[in-house]
């Protein structure tokens, strides 16, 4: 594991531990400047807080300053909400009042033009003036789940913490993907949103999500990167420990256009970025709902074996798709091991087809199957398919059994064989699906398509083969 | 527009008009025998209702017949839930009776292997002799939302009558897609569960939603056809008039070893599907996800004059993904007309890049761009990505203010141009999301994917090429 740049790392510390935090631009009108300190406030940070208005006052039973300078105590992060046209001058004071780490949330500069490009070199030629760090513009800042500071307002689930640290480079998009994952079952360590790039870019927030101790794997939305050579370097050396799993937009040249002109990157050819991704080993999601559900099974499950995969499903068409979406992703099917043949067969009704995919119909045998296959030696990882009938599932119900009563025990599954990857796939009646999610608890992820489910185990194995190459050729 | 088989059509109408239904398996202990006669009861047919068990005694309320024969009234339908040794013997009992349709809801036939097989063929002559019509075995059978006629018990949202016809081969994935569809905003007209296909096969049944008033379009999920031949012309035929959405598995050979086993049928080379449905002008989906996605949209939406796409978001990133599915699909996005662009910059912040995609960031100019969009004589169809992260949305709700308020009219906007499909994209917060699909109503998808709701707006496209191409041809 090669380090990296000891420097860049602590430097960008203050940004997700500051001591102190100045909110410039905090106001008693709607918007992010009324919310944001009033919610860093329920997350614990009221004491550590200091509220900058020329206007005077008090906002949230917290002294609203009149300028920076008049700031107290030694905050060392400041997060500005203030119109673009006065974010130059506003750098100057936090630099003078020796701040040295800086978000800027407000949007007006590359992004808008010409005159927005003039603002943003303003604010550049300010930051290195102080040797100030900045993250943004045009963005929503930082999320750090551990310490629950957090420069944008998420609901209170979307801060529980988790090994998910992510990385997007725009601010709505980054806001709405945090609002999103959470629901998914993903929890996020940390993140990023990048905005503009004036200073802080990708390739150093991936070297700090690398050695945090707290993220096991980072997601990355990115419209293209700061420095391609850079980037390359930097994913290759990241991915090489912790998966990197990233969407990028700019594949076709439209797709180009409508990225340059909202956070004024060039993204370049997709052709290169997907040699890149591939040298390095990464992991590229087709789409968003692909991202957010290889989040959710990277950050859960091992990496397998091998590439054998074992099916289970109560639903034979199911099983057939999830099939043909794994073996086009490069997996194997193999044959069923004889003692697992013969397990099966002893508790299977007669008109069960003992066999991989493995379709137990409507015999509810779920969970003898995926035990079965999790105990299979011949079987790197298992894709069960759980779904059930509304009419039988209201049954249920109405005989006051649960989903929990006969399928609480799975994930107990996932002990069985620590090594090999687990993915649950249910669909159809909500309240079915809903508890079957909570029955299995976080360890086992539900996803909610036969074809990604299979897709996202094929990324697991192809992500170890693609790092024990890495390793070879680094020996 | 060919006429399809008149005989067919009449020849199928008990199966969703029964005149009176006996349910032959009927039972007082759990399973489908028990719940059946109680949802039919529910849904208002139980005074058609007739309940055969050889036990005798009463159900729900209602005699149970000691056999068929002792059925008074007038049935024309059977549903038949015995084991799979009995089935033969019911079929002939039945036919003796003078019931001339049948649905088969039992397994254990030619999905089972020989013995199975050999069942199904004593079925098979049976219900020969007496010229009986059946669908199944191993099925769900048949619903109609318009007289809340249903061999399965389904939730009742499931039952609110819509314009999509259902095809599914198998039974139990059949089940999930109805308890899965209504979830999704997809509401259906008829629906019919193929199982093993002793007698009635999808052609047979494309051909009578082709003819049915009630059917818009028609979703198929599809292991392999009956008849080749007969399928890509039977296919065409009914193309031509309704969309037919077709998920089709059985891409890898092991998927068609799966199909094989669960369904008994063939899938054969997916290349001459794939030219099949090309042929046909049909619209392939990728994905489960994508199917339903599909029907979603050409449910309520026009098809588009051409291939010009707008598109106005408020998060760049998800226009930029959006767009570049758009492409690779076939779609173009034209420059915004003169007209537009001045309007639209009479209202737009200074920063707003008034371009196609039209990102309208945080300006919360949602309508105005969608209105703008949808009156632009250069566009002929729209995509309306609408996010808000969860710290607005919040705040919208701490003052009273619903998605309503802000987007309620956007229903009026399918108005503007009746001619333009128009989708709309939302991610992120539930709350948000659930509340503007609310606000939006049926009539405009809010789907969940923005490449998925960008390949649809281009199937609606492609579909529409297609038969005119057709057309041509025909001339």
Redesign the interface.
Known sequence: MESGNARDITDLRPFFEPRGVVIVGARRS???G???PL?LQRQGWGDRLYLVNPAGGELHGLPLYESVADVPGNPDLAVVIVP?EAVPRTLDELGKRGIGHVVIES??FT??GEE?RARQELCREAAARFGMRVIGPNC?GVINTANRFST????EE?LVPGGVGVI???G??G???L??LH?RGVFISKAVTLGNRMDVDECEVLDYLHHDPETRLIMI?L?GAADGRRFLKTLRRVNADKPVLI?K???????RE??A???GSMSGEDDLYEAAFRQAGAVRA????ELVDLARVFSTQPLPAGNRLGVAT????????A??????AGLR?PPLDEDTTRRMRAIAP??M?V?N?L?V??SGAYLPAMQALMEDPGIDMVLSIV?M???VF??FMV?GVSVKDFMGSAASLREIAPGKPLVVCS????GFVDDLDHALGLGIPVL?????AARTLAALHAYRAAREREAARGD
Chains 1, 2 share one sequence.
């Open positions: 709607p918007g992010f009324y919310v944001l919610a673009a949007a007006g992004e808008v927005g929503v944008v307002e998420l609901m979307a997007a480079q725009s709505v998009f806001n709405i993907l609002d999103d629901q939305y419209e969407l937009s700019g594949r076709t040249g439209k797709g409508a990225t002109s909202h956070t087709r789409s968003l709902d109560s639903s034979g068409s199911l099983g057939a798709l099939t043909d979406a794994a073996v086009e099917l007669r008109w087809n066999r995919p379709d119909g409507p779904v009938p509304f009419a209201r049954e005989r669909i159809g009646d909500k909610h398509s036969p074809e990604r």
